[in-house]
């Protein structure tokens, strides 16, 4: 059998480490129990397997309270009690224009924000959010790293401003958890919100929210917590707070199991992987006439994804015909961050997405560089 050669790594990573694929295997036949809903084996067992991976995360992360972890189904639900449950009240909220939308929506829902826009290469400048601070901010959210550019932005310095100024940092890791760097206590984190299931390499299904001890969050969804069964009102401990309906047991133990595979390989190493991928691929794409990388060429400040565009052909196209014709899977189009492609110049035809994981090689690179070559070829002819 032929396999894909899969490079929509940002949407989600396809394959995941045999740990993974075994836990949630096993748990799902043995352990798919209801944590912490009564005082039976199962049930002690679901509890343990969630305080276990939270534990992990917080290695991970630098968290010294991991209690604070609440786990969500992906990132999306997190980013969304994290920006509703701090702006319940009302308050102006900064964002930043390389924001995914399921930041830009959730606060255009709520109607008071201001957009930062980054430079044409994806980069946020630190000063232009300090100066977007008004009297009525409590809020400032940014995106880790694009899912478009993979550019990496200057967490730390944000979170500096955010913490001078009295405002809550909500994170968004969902294209950084697990590869970049992260330490919420250096980098003034309040609310970290991750995916699981992507360069965590756990199972779809996963994600979670980080509540520091400076955010106070309102409950977004309430009830199904299993504890103060005889209370009207949402239990305000974390993290019962933010856990309302069953949790996902077999799929926590399961990204447990990726985090420990991160840990043992180390996150640095995993990044310098795929940025070695990515650099290989740019350089590629760079010498092909009327292909355009988006984004700068400093690694240090970029992941393993990359997008571009190729002269006369729209993206979404260009991905059709790796998928049918070259058996490459990435990703055309707007990738949910039309601001994103504004900023880089690509709002009328987005752009083809390639994102590399611990899993891709160099012969990835070489086939989608030569099947982008290919195409550039063909429809030059097809010019002429
Ligand atoms: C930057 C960013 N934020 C948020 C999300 C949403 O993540 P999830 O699919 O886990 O909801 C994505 C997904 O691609 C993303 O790239």
């Known amino acids: 059998m032929v396999f894909m050669i ?31 809903r009564g005082g039976h084996k199962y049930s002690i ?18 968290i010294s309270a991991p209690e604070r972890i609440a786990f969500t189904q992906n990132a999306t639900l997190a980013l969304n009690m994290a920006i509703n449950g701090i702006l319940s009240q009302g308050g102006h909220a900064i964002v930043t224009s390389m924001e995914h939308n399921s930041v830009l929506r959730p606060v255009n829902k709520l109607g008071n924000y201001t957009v930062v826009y980054a430079d044409n290469e994806g980069y946020v400048n630190p000063e232009d959010i300090k100066a977007a601070i008004k009297d009525d901010t409590k809020l400032i959210v940014c995106t880790h790293a694009s899912n478009v550019s993979g550019s990496i932005q200057p967490i730390a310095e944000i979170g500096k401003i955010a913490r001078a100024n009295g405002l809550i940092f909500l994170v968004d890791a969902a294209q950084s958890a697990g590869t970049v760097d992260i330490d919420v206590d250096a980098m003034c984190i309040d609310l970290l919100a991750f995916s699981g299931h992507k360069s965590l390499l756990g199972p779809l299904g996963t994600g979670g929210l980080y509540v520091g001890e400076r955010a106070r969050l309102e ?14 009102t949402q239990p305000l401990t974390l993290p019962d707070m933010l856990h309302s309906g069953t949790l996902n047991t077999p799929a926590i133990a399961a990204l447990g199991r990726a985090v420990d595979f991160i840990l043992k390989k180390g996150s640095s190493k995993i990044l310098a992987h795929e940025r070695l991928l990515a650099e290989n691929l740019i350089n590629r794409l760079d010498s092909i ?14 992941n393993g994804t990359v997008a571009f565009t ?9 991905s059709r015909i790796l998928a049918v014709q070259y058996d490459i899977a990435t990703r055309g189009g707007w990738h949910c961050a039309y601001l994103a492609h504004k900023t880089l110049g690509t709002a009328r035809h987005g752009a083809v997405r390639a994102g590399f994981s611990y899993y891709n090689s160099m012969y990835d690179v070489r086939a989608l560089s030569y099947a982008i070559s290919d195409i550039v070829k063909n429809l030059r002819a097809v010019h002429f």
């Open 310 to 318: 190729v002269d006369g052909m729209p993206s979404e196209e260009v």
């Open 6 to 36: 899969y490079l929509d790594n940002p949407a989600t990573t396809k394959r995941k480490p045999l740990s993974v694929v075994t836990s949630l295997t096993k748990n799902t036949l043995l352990n798919s129990v209801n944590a912490g």
């Open 289 to 302: 006439d009327g292909v355009s990388v988006l984004g700068g060429r400093d690694m240090n400040k970029r």
């Open 45 to 62: 067992k679901g509890a343990k397997i969630v305080t276990d991976t939270a534990d992990k995360l917080a290695k991970l992360f630098k």
């Open 219 to 232: 409950p977004y969804i309430t009830g199904g917590t299993g504890s103060l069964s005889k209370s009207l």
